[in-house]
């Protein structure tokens, strides 16, 4: 089983902040999947191939080619607001 000062350093980690009452709760469920992870090291994988694609393709590439665009005012035609002949859009960074 995990210990204790290890679930709240991965814990702090991964940014959680864990109540003292939930501690043991998600020390099982983790010790759970430790415990299963080291049963997957034990398979012996020395003669499987790695999986590159699941479908068998490879990139399927295309040349580019310029067509035609259309008019600004076609674009912003249904934009909630504009602003210099482009979209508006609301500020994200502070």
């Given at each position: 089983m995990i210990e204790k000062k290890d679930l709240e350093y991965?814990?702090?980690l991964a940014k959680l902040k864990l109540r003292e009452e939930d501690l043991e709760k998600v020390r099982e469920k983790f010790s759970?999947?430790?415990?299963y992870v080291s049963m997957l090291n034990k398979?012996?994988?020395?003669?499987i191939e790695p999986l590159i694609n699941v479908n068998?393709?490879?990139n399927?590439?295309?040349e580019d080619e310029v067509g035609e665009s259309m008019d600004r005012e076609t674009l912003l035609a249904n934009a909630p607001?504009?602003?210099y002949g482009c979209i508006k859009v609301s500020k994200i960074i502070e």
């Open positions: 991965v814990a702090a759970m999947v430790l415990d398979l012996d994988i020395e003669d068998g393709m490879t399927v590439m295309r607001e504009k602003m």
